[in-house]
């Protein structure tokens, strides 16, 4: 099982659309989880920290179930501008060793006029 | 703005040279990573350096070295290109002990024939 997995897509959805994007993973010593974005031929950009207790940055609501070891990404009221991979970060503290960041292969998002 | 900057765009080299790929940083980041990305396989972590002059092994460092002489500036070393090389390489810095994430580099589509 990979240690970070998501529903590839390609999801597309209309303009005006809410989407969600799930992300599972398998390590339980996961500590900080993190959503990024990138665009195509482009770097990966940070779009949100996620924290336990959920937290939300305008159109975007970013939530995790430390139990289920699951986080989310919502997008409400979808813009062409959103159209990009969404990558699900999982940072795993190690306390003897370094932390070790792992990207999950991303989701891709086309929304639709 | 905060600035990470990898000194190509585009690289075209040929199988058996010595590529050395430059990433510059300007927000006094103590850590420092180069990755490839590759599709179908995501980012994978090459090496990292959380230090001046250190440097560890990432899961993929095969046919890669590195160099880190100063603080803002980590080097990606290819002794011996080959075609398997032929790849989207991409650096990112961070804070140390704080979980803010990446700011990655604009990446270097490196082409070896």
């Known amino acids: 099982r990979k240690e970070v997995e998501q529903d590839p897509g390609p999801f597309n959805v209309p303009e005006g659309a809410t989407v969600a994007f799930n992300c599972t993973y398998s390590n339980s010593a996961s500590q900080s989880f993190f959503w990024y974005r990138q665009d195509c031929r482009k770097e990966p950009k940070l779009l949100m920290s996620v924290y336990s207790s959920g937290n939300e940055d305008g159109r975007f609501t970013a939530q995790l179930n430390r139990a289920s070891q699951y986080i989310s990404l919502l997008i409400r009221d979808s813009k062409l501008s959103d159209s990009a991979t969404y990558l699900c970060?999982?940072?795993?503290?190690?306390?003897?060793?370094?932390?070790?960041?792992?990207f999950g292969p991303g989701t891709s998002l086309s929304v639709i006029p | 703005d905060v600035k990470v900057t990898q000194s190509s765009r585009y690289l075209v080299k040929r199988t058996g040279e010595k590529v050395f790929l430059e990433c510059v940083q300007d927000?006094?980041?103590?850590?420092m990573f180069w990755y490839r990305q590759d599709p179908g396989l995501g980012l994978r972590l090459i090496y990292f350096?959380?230090?001046?002059?250190?440097?560890e092994k990432g899961d993929i460092p095969e046919g890669y070295s590195v160099s880190r002489e100063k603080k803002e500036r980590f080097s990606l070393i290819l002794e011996s290109a080959s075609t398997n090389q032929t790849s989207m390489y991409l650096c990112?810095?961070?804070?140390?002990?704080?979980?803010?994430?990446?700011?990655f580099g604009s990446g270097t589509r490196l082409t070896v024939v």
């Open positions: 350096s959380y230090d001046v002059k250190m440097k």
């Open positions: 927000m006094d980041h103590e850590n």
């Open positions: 990112a810095s961070s804070f140390q002990g704080e979980r803010y994430g990446y700011t």
């Open positions: 970060v999982v940072n795993i503290i190690k306390k003897t060793s370094y932390d070790k960041v792992i």
